[in-house]
Nanobody, 126 residues
């Protein structure tokens, strides 16, 4: 099994920055991709970003591209989401997730991920 624990959420004004962390434990080498999703009240869970095991490949939703950066430190078993130029529409609960082995991946779909953290709240005020 893989356990994921998010941290770093909080309250920030529009234009500010936050860095989220996701600490992984357990059978971490069974994770092929790590990702971040978010869910706001009344909305579906949406894809934010993903990263390969090596960190060499990254993917972003159009809504955050150029503002957010995903990275990972395999030595520390931690994935990060650096969020800059935050907007009120970024307000959501942010979830860390990990895939197991799949023959192919559709990283934008939440049902492609096998492991999930409990989430951390990000609130961006006007």
């Amino acid at each position: 099994q893989v356990q994921l624990v998010e941290s770093g959420g909080g309250l920030v004004q529009a234009g500010g920055s936050l860095r989220l962390s996701c600490a992984a434990s357990g059978r971490t080498f069974s994770t092929y991709y790590m990702g971040w999703f978010r869910q706001a009240p009344g909305k579906e869970r949406e894809f934010v970003a993903a990263i390969s095991w090596s960190g060499g490949s990254t993917y972003y939703s159009d809504s955050v591209k150029g503002r957010f950066t995903i990275s990972r430190d395999n030595f520390k078993n931690t994935v990060y989401l650096q969020m800059n130029s935050l907007k009120p529409e970024d307000t959501a609960v942010y979830y860390c997730a990990a895939t197991g082995y799949h023959s192919q991946y559709n990283l934008g779909r939440s049902d492609e991920y096998d492991y999930w953290g409990q989430g951390t709240q990000v609130t961006v005020s006007t």
